[in-house]
């Protein structure tokens, strides 16, 4: 489990497409206190670590080391990794351990569908991204309400049949990759599991 607090931002060293698809990822993180098998949500994907280097890794600035994580053809299909490149950055953190602070909302790192910013424009000193969403997510989606959003635990500020919008403080802008999104890329999404439930359980008082 997660809480969609960044607490790194990772870049991308190499992808190695085979059975699954292998992916070297920088980290300023200490590698030496990552198991083999710990699991590491990446940009919103709970991904789990095959290997790892304590070494720090040429041209990247801050990297103490590197973990390696394998992602399936399911997973490349169900999310944006299909997107990723080498020298693209990660949004990551760690799982949450008993007794940390829960800073954000729950969230699994199990991806529900990828979404596409449509617009981004100056909201005062944050910007207002706008998001599309499917039929088959619209009912999860509800204004103040959380959603995960390449791994970032984030309010909905307005929900209409277009899609949805979200103030981006400047802080978050700069400790996660939403410093440097633009329109037209494509955004994983993990809605909240209270509002998964409620839907779930509001369909059964229908039926």
Avoid at 27 to 53: E, F, N, R
Avoid at 103 to 119: K, N, Q, R
Avoid at 152 to 159: A, D, I, P, Q, R
Avoid at 182 to 197: M, P, Q, S, T, W
């Amino acid at each position: 489990m997660f809480t969609g607090i960044i607490t790194d931002i990772g870049r991308i060293e190499s992808i190695e497409p085979a059975g699954d698809t292998k992916f070297v990822i920088a980290t300023a993180y200490d590698t030496a206190a990552i198991a083999i098998g710990a699991s590491i949500c990446c940009s919103g994907i709970c991904l789990t670590v095959v290997d790892k280097g304590s070494a720090a890794v040429d041209a990247v600035e801050g990297a103490a080391g590197w973990f390696a994580v394998t992602a399936s053809a399911e997973t490349l299909a169900c999310s944006n990794l299909g997107d990723w490149a080498s020298g693209g950055l990660v949004n990551l953190e760690r799982a949450l351990k008993v007794g940390d602070e829960l800073g954000g909302h729950i969230v699994s790192g199990h991806v529900d569908g990828v979404v596409e910013i449509y617009g981004i424009e100056k909201d005062g000193d944050s910007l207002r991204f706008r998001f599309t969403h499917g039929e088959d997510l619209a009912p999860y989606i509800a204004p103040k309400g959380s959603v995960c959003l390449n791994g970032v635990s984030l309010t909905v500020n307005e929900v209409d049949d277009s899609g949805f919008g979200i103030n981006i403080i400047p802080h978050t802008q700069e400790m996660t990759t939403f410093g440097a999104a633009k329109v037209g890329n494509r955004v994983n999404l993990e809605i909240d599991v209270l509002a998964r439930y409620v839907a779930r359980l509001a369909q059964k008082e229908t039926l």
